[in-house]
C-alpha cells in the first residue's frame, strides 16, 4: 500500500481537489486498492469544513465526487504517508517547519513532477478553479507515472 497525502493552506480547495482527482484517476485504472490517499491543511482555519462549492462544482464539472471534510496535517501524518505531496512553496515551508526538517525526502510539490517547479494555481485568490483543475490533473498524472515506472 502507498499512502500519499495531498497538502495546501485550508484543505477546502486545492489539497481537497487533487485527494478526488488522484482517487478517480487510481479508480480508472483498476490500481486504487494499491493507494491510501489523504489530504490535509497546515493551518486550522478550514478544520471541519467541507469542500468549497466552486472547487466541488469544478471536480463534477468533469465527473469526479467524493466529500471531503477539512483536517489539519499532523507530524504523524507526514511519518506515516509515503508521499506528502503541496501545493505551493508556503505549504512545503510549512511541512518542513512542522516537522523540523526531518521527512524531506518525502516531501514534494506536486508539479514537481511535471518538470515545472511552480506551485498548482490557487482558485481561492485567483478563482480560477479551471486552471487550479487543470494543474493538478496534470500533477496527479505525473505522479502516478512516477510512482508507476520510476520516472
Known amino acids: 500500500m502507498i499512502n500519499v497525502a495531498f497538502v495546501c493552506l485550508g484543505n477546502i480547495c486545492r489539497s481537497p481537489m ?4 488522484f ?11 494499491k493507494f491510501n490517499v489523504s489530504s490535509f491543511a497546515t493551518s486550522s482555519y478550514e478544520v471541519g469544513n467541507p469542500i468549497y462549492p466552486p472547487a466541488k462544482r469544478t471536480l463534477e464539472k468533469y465527473g469526479v465526487s467524493g466529500n471531503h471534510i477539512s483536517q489539519q ?7 506515516c504517508n509515503d508521499y506528502i505531496l503541496v501545493m505551493d512553496s508556503e505549504n512545503l515551508s510549512d511541512v518542513l517547519y512542522l516537522t523540523g526538517g526531518k521527512y524531506s525526502e518525502k516531501v514534494f510539490k506536486l ?21 487550479t483543475y487543470q494543474d493538478i490533473v496534470n ?3 505525473a505522479f502516478l507515472s512516477f510512482v508507476l515506472n520510476g520516472k
Open 18 to 21: 487533487a485527494e478526488l482527482v
Open 23 to 33: 482517487k478517480n484517476i487510481l479508480k480508472e485504472k483498476n490500481l486504487l486498492q
Open 73 to 79: 496535517l499532523t507530524l504523524s501524518n507526514v511519518v
Open 111 to 131: 508539479l514537481h513532477f511535471t518538470g515545472e517547479n511552480r506551485d498548482v494555481a490557487d482558485p481561492w485568490y485567483t478563482r480560477n478553479f479551471e486552471k
Open 139 to 141: 500533477g496527479c498524472n
